[in-house]
């Protein structure tokens, strides 16, 4: 597609519920990355996905938190038992293969998931 | 383990006036450096990328710097106008697999 593409834009979930957030990104793309951000905080990185290669979790805050990407297409994040602190808005980029440092990123217009 | 820092964090200017947003960071290895607009409650626009080879990218009243060696890059906005408040976020790419943030501009610019 021209763009990268999240779904739902909204999501609002009760406390201890599992929620699934989905990225497609830009057709072409090896890379794809996930960010969260908090209301009035910065960018804090989730997870790394280069082609085939796997995934740099480093960014994840806990166990609750998964991704899954098939090879160069969809992206899905999945928060499991849903806590108040993890409402913020979840960004997804995507870019060609990085090795070079000439490509950047193209973000998604983002999931705002609140958690009542 | 790269910092990246926005000044100043907040700026608010007269329609008309040209001004200048600031990002440093602190190691200088970097692949590329990319500036992005974030209008309230919505995604990253991406501005400028600039590549580590390079000095400055231009586009239409934007034009970003960049100094490798000091840390640095400059974003000027020229005749700055009302449809341009947002904030600004620059991001530096170290690695090829992950962006490190500054927490941003939040730019006002008033009719």
């Known amino acids: 597609g021209a763009g990268v593409s999240q779904s739902p834009s909204n999501k609002v979930t009760e406390k201890g519920k599992d929620v699934e957030l989905r990225c497609d990104p830009i057709?072409?793309?090896?890379?794809l990355y996930w960010y969260r951000q908090r209301l009035g905080q910065g960018l804090e990185f989730l997870i790394y996905?280069?082609?085939?290669?796997?995934?740099?979790k480093s960014g994840l805050p806990s166990d609750r938190f998964s991704a899954e990407r098939t090879g160069e297409s969809v992206s899905t994040l999945t928060i499991q038992r849903t806590q108040q602190e993890d409402s913020a808005v979840y960004l997804c980029?995507?870019?060609?293969?990085?090795?070079?440092?000439?490509?950047?990123?193209?973000f998604g217009s983002g999931t705002r998931l609140t958690v009542v | 383990k790269q910092e990246v820092t926005q000044i100043p964090a907040a700026l608010s200017v007269p329609e008309g006036e040209n001004l200048v947003l600031n990002c440093s960071f602190t190691?200088?290895?970097?692949?590329?450096l990319q500036w992005f607009r974030q209008d309230p409650g919505k995604g990253l626009t991406s501005l400028l990328l600039?590549?580590?080879?390079?000095r400055e990218q231009t586009s239409g009243r934007l034009n970003a710097s960049l100094d490798k060696s000091s840390g640095r890059s400059t974003l000027y906005i020229a005749a700055s106008q009302p449809g341009d408040s947002a904030t600004y976020l620059c991001?530096?790419?170290?690695?090829?697999?992950?962006?490190?943030f500054g927490g941003g501009t939040r730019l006002m610019v008033k009719p």
């Open positions: 980029a995507s870019s060609l293969a990085p090795t070079d440092g000439g490509y950047g990123y193209t």
């Open positions: 057709s072409g793309h090896t890379a």
């Open positions: 996905f280069q082609g085939n290669s796997a995934p740099d």
């Open positions: 190691d200088s290895a970097i692949y590329n």
């Open positions: 600039i590549q580590s080879s390079q």
């Open positions: 991001a530096v790419d170290n690695a090829g697999n992950m962006l490190t």
